[in-house]
C-alpha cells in the first residue's frame, strides 16, 4: 500500500528549504493546521498528512495493536518522512503529537533535526510530585464518558478542550472534528493518548526543540509546560498570547511567528 495515499500526504508551499512536518492530534486531522499553513509556506516545504484513523487515511490500514501505543503514531510519522525521503525536517507536533515527535526523532535521527511541541503533555494524570493536571479518577471517569458516548462526549468536552467561550464557532470546529472520527478507532486513540506515560522519552531528546504553551490551557496547564522544558535539555518555552489547547485555531499569527522565530534563529 502507498504511504503517501495510506496517510493522505499534502506537500506543498515553497520548493525549496527546511522541510515542515505538520502532526495533528487526538480527533483531528491535518485539516487543523489549515490558519498556520499559509503563514509558514513561502519560506518551507510542508508536509502535512493524517494519522491511520483519521481524516481521508485508509481507514482499512488501522489496526488495534499498532495504534494502541504512541509508538504506532510515530512509525507513521517516520514512514512518511521515509517516503518523502526528508532529511533534517522539522516535525511541529499538537498535543500527544509532541510525544510522536519525540518518538520518532529517535527512531530516525536522520529524518528529523528539531522539533516544535504545540501543547505538549507526556503523562496526563498527576502522580507523586509531578502535576499532569488531571488525578486518576478523572481520566478515568473521562474514558468512561468517551467509551459509553462518543459523540456526546464530544460535543461536551470538545468546547472546554478549545476554551474561547466568546468564540463558540472554535468549539464547535472541533466538535465536529471529533464527531467525523470512527467512534471505535477514536476510544483506542483516546485510551493511547490519556494513560500514556512519555517522561522518560524526553530525555532522549537532543535535537533543538521549542515548547509552545498558552496562557491558559486545561488540557496541559503550565506546569507541565515548565516539566518539559526542564527535561528537554537546551530547550526553548514560549507561552502565547492564547487561550485553550489549540493555538494554531485560536491564535494562528501567534503560533506561526513563534514557529517562524524558532526557524529563523539559525537552528541545527
Not at 139 to 152: F, K, P, R, T
Request: aromatic share 6%.
Amino acid at each position: 500500500m502507498s504511504i503517501l495515499r495510506r496517510n493522505n500526504v499534502r506537500v506543498t508551499g515553497a520548493t525549496a528549504g527546511r522541510p515542515v512536518v505538520l502532526v495533528h492530534g487526538f480527533g483531528c486531522d491535518q485539516n487543523m493546521w489549515r490558519l498556520v499553513e499559509p503563514l509558514l509556506a513561502e519560506d518551507h516545504p510542508l508536509v502535512l498528512f493524517d494519522y491511520v484513523g483519521a481524516g481521508r487515511s485508509d481507514l482499512s490500514a488501522w489496526q488495534q495493536d499498532r495504534y494502541s501505543s504512541l509508538d504506532g503514531y510515530a512509525r507513521d510519522l517516520v514512514e512518511v518522512c521515509e517516503e518523502l525521503d526528508l532529511r533534517d525536517a522539522v516535525v511541529v507536533g499538537h498535543s500527544v503529537s509532541a510525544m510522536t515527535g519525540v518518538l520518532a526523532a529517535a527512531a530516525a535521527p536522520e529524518r528529523i533535526g528539531a522539533l516544535v511541541m504545540v501543547c505538549p503533555s507526556p503523562r496526563y494524570i498527576d502522580e507523586d510530585d509531578y502535576r499532569g493536571g488531571f488525578s486518576a479518577g478523572d481520566i478515568d471517569e473521562l474514558l468512561e464518558s468517551l467509551e459509553s458516548n462518543y459523540l456526546g462526549w464530544s460535543a461536551a468536552m470538545a468546547p472546554v478542550i478549545m476554551g474561547n467561550p466568546d468564540r463558540p464557532e472554535l468549539g464547535e470546529e472541533l466538535t465536529n472534528s471529533f464527531c467525523a472520527t470512527d467512534p471505535d478507532i477514536a476510544r483506542v486513540f483516546a485510551r493511547t493518548t490519556f494513560l500514556s506515560d512519555s517522561r522518560k522519552d524526553l530525555e532522549t531528546v537532543t535535537v533543538p526543540t521549542l515548547i509552545l504553551e498558552c496562557e491558559q490551557d486545561v488540557i496541559a496547564p503550565r506546569e507541565v509546560g515548565a516539566y518539559v522544558h526542564a527535561a528537554v535539555k537546551g530547550s526553548e518555552l514560549v507561552t502565547l498570547d492564547a487561550v485553550g489547547h489549540c493555538p494554531q485555531l485560536s491564535a494562528p499569527e501567534a503560533t506561526a511567528s513563534a514557529i517562524r522565530s524558532f526557524l529563523s534563529s539559525g537552528v541545527r
